[in-house]
């Protein structure tokens, strides 16, 4: 009995006696009956003692329950208020008959001394009823208004920066009403104006209420940088501004990543109206971001800019705070003693001049104590400066803009960067030159620098190489991601260098490593590197030679898995598609069985359905179908004949009808029955896929097909025996199946196994079993208004009754106009609300209901309506409930979305942490990682995610459980049980990311 059920209870004990005490107060007069209406009051009482004695008993071994404790207490209180008042009433009535009728006197008199007693008591309990129904009030407020409080934005600190007099002194300012809204840091290159920024950002005052938040903008977001294209730079601008968007939780109306940019401005305005943020624009180059920001209004926002562009200094309405040379004076020996790994004492004489020398800048001092880490001898020390000069008048001047005043300092910095490279190991500096050719926008993969030392120097020799990078502050590690970024001013200094990473890594090297590397650079290169590599990569695909087309479609996979999110791979998706489609004829046709095999895998993984419509009919005209099918048959490598099947059903999927009878006629359905053998795990998932597409387009002819094989037959063991994953696609297969062609004769789904199933299985493959046979008829049902009814407007008996009754409904009606009545009636919201409520059964029904929903062919329509009524921010706010059943309904809610979503939603539940929340309820659940491998379990469902997408998405969501549970207890075992699932359910998608590497 929970907090709820005993102020129920309690309720209608003290509503009873609201009752007789009014029955008392009609018969005070009548000297028989009055007695016994007292009776039943102390009955009453005794009522809620044994109440309260039962309630303690049961929770005697519970936690605490702050609520329920609450309750006991204002209930001790109501019965302690009522014994004397109800012992005095009975005296009053069990004095003699002569006294009382003195007392009848006496009241004509003077009063009733027993009515006012009765009046107190009544008060008694209304003020108890009353104040109940206040803290239920009380507690809808606090909900619905919690309900809107996102959680407190963060910004990380920059490690081994200190605390410094001028972020105290910013701190100040942004803690008083009259300071501007906009706030520039402004300094030279380098001085620490982001460091200052962050370390101010990590700690907001406490009215910001709402946290802080950071959006880096850097060159990349500028005029400059897009040659004063207005319409690039606006949708690189808009690109930040989504990104922003998504990071404070404001995603649902943004329609995609190329959204308008002043459509992405409103929805800005409508994101932070009343809201209380201290937001960090970092490296602006463009005074226009900063005044789309400040223009902004109805909000407690302040923004911290921190820019070297004099023109974002003209922002008239800003208050400016410079950073100097003496403000970093006094940190620069701290960041110093943290870089070196040296006490104060320890420090040689020299360090001073050192510091001097670096002038202060943190950006200098901490790259060249890296390079003098553990350094004790002052001769070394002295070296540096002397090297530092040297390096500083040699230094390449930056090929973008930079402020003339900065041009000494930016010298001395890139000296820095020259003398720390030249303490490094060789490896170390030919793989810094090497990583001038890539775009530095955006963090870049480690498979992607791992692709390039591929050329340079041997595997084994990559973590020495990159760590050397990273402990000299010229490359920075992502804490949990395997992600790569650098400083500003790394990046500038990188683009000095793009001529010599050109000549190292496309101009010095040979044919077969030019046309590995290539295809990494379209992805993740400069632009200018995008551009030659995009012609090496057509120049390798249509020479005669096979080696070096092969070695460009493996390398093409395999950067496409490198993708960090399902946007960015549909962006190198279309980049793919677009250079292989108009040449994929031309390969498979070449008399190259591993030319065809890769070709094979490349169109599986990159190809989409507009793809397929493009470039089917070249490959129905160059015989592609006789070519496959012949490799097919001699093939007995299960990867290659997956393959080679998934491009033979999307030939007839998206070909003529003659193809699609020579496509069943070349198949042979012998090899796919053995694909779906139960030791056949690691094929299963795109044996699925084929059966589906192969039932879709050859109908019944087909299915009859497969049944002669007994395809079905495996089904049925597999759903016998298989995994939760494997089942769902077992169950929907065969009920394409039995849909087409219906059940035959000799099937192997009889009702003596079909008992042995889980009962969703039954629930959707029973009618074709029991279709012919005499069934019971089904009592009269209530018309679908009736059940709605009672939906809407019964107690929670009803309620509970009336989702029941909504289930036959769907079963039997099914399909769109089914869910449409539904969504007329509204009632998807009420069905979310109720899975929120407090009772066990109602929520079950609720789920219930919804998840019959999300499997009719009308689930698409119901989840459109999620989103777009911002049910699924309910749902994920659900996930950090204090009730079990609600964390639980909820989670199996949203696994249910997570089968049925498309690509948008699942990227938009991601952005709601709902892997956080996850990770949260395994925290505390013991760390059995069963939680999130449901959610992975959903994503392997997802049939409107291609396997490539599948394995980026399931990848995005083991970084973000890593995140979160960095440094936690669970950790190590968590991990571990995921990267089996992922290992375990990746096997059969592995073609995916190349079946081969190529190798120096």
Known sequence: MDALQVVSAATQIVTSMVGAVHALEQASRNLDEAPKRIRILEDFVCDLENLMRRIKQKHVYKLHNPQLEHQLQSLNSLIERLHPKIRKARRMVSKSKIKNLAHVVWTSMAGDPLRKLLNSINDDLNWWLESQILAQNVEKVIELTAQEVPTRLKVKAEQGYPISSKSKFLRKLLEQEETHQVILIVGLSGIGKSCLARQVASDPPERFVGGAVELGFGQWCSRAACNGSKSDYQKRLARKISKFLVQIGFWKKIKDENSDLDYLCCLLQEALYGKSILILLDDVWEQDIVERFAKLYDNDCKYLVTTRNEAVYEITEAEKVELSKDDIMEISKSILLYHSLLAEEELPAVAESLL???????????????????????????????????????????????????????????????????????????????????????????????????????????????????????????????????????????????????????????????????????????????????????????????????????????????????????????????????????????????????????????????????????????????????????????????????????????????????????????????????????????????????????????????????????????????????????????????????????????????????????????????????????????????????????????????????????????????????????????????????VPEIQDSAYAALHQMFCSNGGLLVLDKIFRMGLIERMAQSLESKTVKTREVNMHCIVDIVELGKKAYLERMLSLQVVEKLVKIEKNSGGSGETLGEFLKGIDKCKHLSMAERRVMKQQVLRKVRTTLKGHKFETQIVAKLDSFLSESSRGSSSGSGSSKHRK
């Open 356 to 838: 001097e020398r670096c002038g202060h800048h943190p950006l200098t001092v901490a790259v060249m104590g890296k390079a003098l880490r553990k350094e004790l001898r002052s001769e070394k020390w002295e070296k540096a400066i002397t090297d530092l000069s040297t390096f500083a008048t040699c230094a390449p001047g930056p090929v973008s803009y930079v402020n003339e005043k900065e041009a000494e300092n930016t010298l001395t910095i890139f000296g820095s960067f020259e003398f720390s490279l030249e303490a490094m190991p060789r490896d170390s500096r030919r793989l810094f030159i090497a990583l001038a050719a890539l775009s530095w926008a955006e963090p870049v993969p480690e498979a992607c620098l791992e692709a390039i030392w591929s050329i340079l120097g041997q595997k084994s020799l990559f973590s020495l190489a990159v760590c050397k990078l990273v402990e000299g502050s010229l490359l920075m590690k992502d804490d949990t991601d395997p992600l790569y970024q650098v400083h500003d001013m790394v990046s500038l200094y990188l683009d000095s260098k793009t001529n010599d990473s050109i000549q190292m890594l496309i101009n010095g090297l040979k044919a077969e490593e030019i046309a590995f590397i290539c295809p990494w650079f379209l992805i993740f290169g400069k632009e200018n590197i995008k551009n030659i590599a995009e012609e090496k990569v057509e120049f390798s695909l249509s020479v005669s030679e096979e080696k070096l087309a092969i070695i460009t479609i493996e390398a093409i996979l395999q950067a496409l898995m490198a993708s960090k999110s399902i946007s960015e791979l549909e962006v190198s998706r279309i980049c793919f598609s677009g250079i292989l489609g108009p040449r994929i004829a031309d390969l498979i046709s070449r008399d190259s069985q591993s030319l065809t095999v890769v070709s094979a895998e490349a169109i599986t993984n990159i190809f989409s359905k507009g793809d397929y419509c493009s470039y089917i009919p070249s490959l129905e005209t160059t015989g592609a179908v006789d070519k496959l099918a012949g490799l097919l048959q001699k093939s007995e490598d299960p990867m290659i004949q997956t393959d080679i099947l998934t491009v033979l059903t999307k030939l007839a999927e998206f070909g003529t009808p003659e193809t699609v009878d020579k496509v069943l006629q070349s198949i042979p359905f012998d090899k796919l029955a053995t694909l779906l053998s139960y030791d056949a795990k690691e094929w299963h998932e795109n044996m699925f896929t084929i059966l589906m597409s192969l039932a879709k387009v050859g109908k019944s002819k087909a299915v009859e097909k497969m049944f002669a094989f007994e395809i079905d037959k495996n089904l049925i063991k597999l759903l016998e025996n298989g995994s939760e994953v494997v089942q769902h696609h077992a169950i929907v297969t065969l009920k394409a199946f039995y849909e087409l062609a219906g059940s035959p004769a000799n099937a192997s789904l009889q009702l003596a196994n079909l008992d042995l199933l889980p009962w969703q299985v039954r629930l959707r493959l029973e009618r074709f079993i029991i279709s012919d046979r005499t069934v019971p008829p089904s009592p009269k049902s209530q018309t679908f208004e009736d059940v709605i009814h009672r939906l809407l407007d019964g107690d929670n008996k009803q309620v509970q009754g009336a989702m029941q009754d909504l289930i036959p409904f769907l079963e039997k009606a099914g399909g769109e106009p089914c869910i449409k009545k539904f969504l007329e009636y509204d009632i998807i919201p009420e069905l979310v609300k109720m899975m929120q409520c407090c």
